[in-house]
């Protein structure tokens, strides 16, 4: 069965305490896997999609990185408004095109 | 920028009651998606449509249905509410294909169901 988990479930971070959330997969064929950000009450919004083992994507403060079996999601320096649960999912092959199977998220608090 | 919206951000309905919820996006993307969102058991899909008129079932489509009968517009159903159905409903929109296929989440509408 494909399936996502994420850990930790919840991460507590003083400002500018670098560290990394781990998104494992089993998924049969990964064609993509997709990292985001939720903040409270609101939608997902779309941070990165990686595609090959190896592959990195940066954005200000975050850096996705992908190996043949886990992703990880490095958070540089993080200041308070990176406070959000991070999603990731993946999209695996056999499917249909574009179905997302969702971890659970971690939620990270960083303190000022 | 690519804007999904759905039509309530808070909705409270009666046990029994029909529920619409509704979904458009304006960046003419084929598919669309509605996912149920609960603590602990994260976005699970419940139905996707890749086309006009097409529709696939998710992981839980049981007591939901779909339309969609305009390019832009997705509509989920609730024929009959139940407590159960009580959620955070979330609408998403994408392109079918690598590289642009990632999807786009409108803002969520809470359901409560009494």
């Known amino acids: 069965e494909d399936q996502v988990t994420q850990s930790p479930e919840a991460l507590r971070l003083q400002e500018g305490e670098s560290s990394s959330l781990n998104c494992s997969y089993t998924?049969?064929?990964?064609?993509?896997l997709f990292w985001y950000r939720q903040d409270p009450g609101k939608g997902p919004e779309f941070l990165f999609t990686l595609y090959s083992a190896g592959e990195e994507k940066e954005k200000e403060r975050l850096k996705a990185t992908l190996t043949k079996k886990e992703s990880f999601l490095h958070i540089t320096a993080p200041k308070p408004e990176d406070s959000a649960t991070y999603l990731c999912?993946?999209?695996?092959?056999?499917?249909?095109?574009?179905?997302?199977?969702f971890g659970t998220g971690t939620l990270l608090a960083v303190q000022p | 920028d690519v804007k999904v919206t759905q039509s309530s951000r808070y909705l409270v309905k009666r046990t029994g009651e029909k529920v619409f919820l509704e979904c458009v996006q304006d960046?003419?993307?084929?598919?669309m998606f509605w996912y149920r969102q609960d603590p602990g058991l994260g976005l699970r899909l419940i139905y996707f449509?890749?086309?006009?008129?097409?529709?696939e079932k998710g992981d839980i489509p049981e007591g939901y249905s779909v339309s969609r009968e305009k390019k832009e517009r997705f509509s989920l159903i609730l024929e009959s509410a139940s407590t159960n159905q009580t959620s955070m409903y979330l609408c998403?929109?994408?392109?079918?294909?690598?590289?642009?296929?990632?999807?786009?989440f409108g803002p969520g509408t809470r359901l409560t169901v009494l």
């Open positions: 998403a929109s994408s392109y079918p294909r690598e590289p642009y296929n990632e999807q786009f």
């Open positions: 999912a993946g999209n695996p092959y056999g499917g249909a095109t574009n179905k997302l199977i």
């Open positions: 449509s890749y086309d006009v008129k097409m529709k």
């Open positions: 960046m003419d993307h084929e598919n």
């Open positions: 998924v049969s064929g990964l064609r993509g």
